[in-house]
């Protein structure tokens, strides 16, 4: 071969090169524009301010997916529902991108719309349902929804193919909150939502959680809740606020894997004498 055939076979490489390394970049450039959208509107959509109470104490936060586009489909929510009950939900739809993140603000809103209608959260989540199916998409979302009352510290709650939540008391004892729930939202028309009582004592927590907190590629969604028990129990115990519970559960998403994003809403109550 030529010594000029070689260096032409050289400059034809070195440009092919160059190009390659040229699409790699872009195409790096537009998936971060794209995590970067997804991110924004995701937060846009989550409420900036939280509802204030006599003796109601309320933490949330979210975190994107450590990696990838894995972002969108995660909400918490809390807002009065105008009889001094207070209305609130956490959920998750289904998929990871920019169409997820737009569904999750069409669930929000309506489920806030028909909650001033009517605050029992079985209906709430049967009527979020049925608008759901009639919008015809082909995503779906599972949510939790509460009614508390602050003064009798009582959650009234219903759960859409949801995690169950954690909670624990002053006194100890923890665990995991066992109802029957119902199905997704979304998926099947004219299935009942059961609405389960309990008493959030003072002191004591409840949290909310996507699956993106207890569950990953590091750990199985048994040890998660395990996990999150263990952290609502300690905190209660030693009288930790909401707030730094709240960013103790997020934190965990990180030992499950965290290849989905996250959220949490913590609630918790002082005792009837508590100075406002």
Not at 80 to 101: M, T, Y
Not at 161 to 189: F, I, M, N, R, Y
Not at 247 to 275: S, T, W, Y
Request: glycine share 14%.
């Amino acid at each position: 071969m030529s010594r000029t055939g070689t260096t032409d076979d050289g400059d034809e490489l070195l440009t092919r090169l160059g190009t390659l390394t040229a699409q790699a970049r872009a195409q790096a450039e537009m998936q971060r524009s794209r995590v970067e959208l997804a991110i924004a509107l995701q937060r846009g959509m989550l409420p900036r301010d939280l509802p204030v109470a006599h003796r109601l104490h309320l933490a949330v936060r979210y975190a994107p997916a450590c990696q990838g586009l894995n972002v969108g489909g995660d909400w918490y929510d809390a807002f009065p529902l105008g009889d001094g009950r207070i209305g609130l939900s956490i959920g998750d739809v289904q998929g990871h991108n920019i169409e997820a993140a737009a569904f999750m603000g069409q669930v929000r809103a309506g489920m806030r719309a028909l909650a001033s209608v009517t605050g029992d959260p079985g209906e709430v989540l049967a009527r979020t349902n049925g608008l759901l199916l009639s919008l015809g998409s082909d995503l779906f979302a599972t949510c939790t929804f509460m009614r508390l009352d602050p003064c009798a510290g009582v959650l009234e709650s219903a759960r859409a193919g949801h995690l169950p939540c954690v909670w624990a008391t002053a006194d100890g004892k923890s665990g995991v909150t066992e109802d029957e729930g119902g199905p997704p939202l979304g998926v099947q028309a004219g299935l009942p939502y059961p609405v389960t009582r309990y008493e959030l004592t003072t002191g004591g927590v409840f949290a909310l959680l996507t699956d993106g907190v207890v569950e990953g590629p590091s750990m199985r969604l048994e040890e998660g809740l395990d996990q999150a028990v263990r952290l609502v129990g300690i905190a209660a115990v030693a009288a930790l606020d909401v707030d730094a519970l709240a960013a103790a559960l997020i934190k965990g998403a990180e030992r499950v894997g965290h290849d989905d994003d996250a959220a949490v809403l913590v609630v918790g109550l002082d005792g009837p004498d508590a100075q406002p």
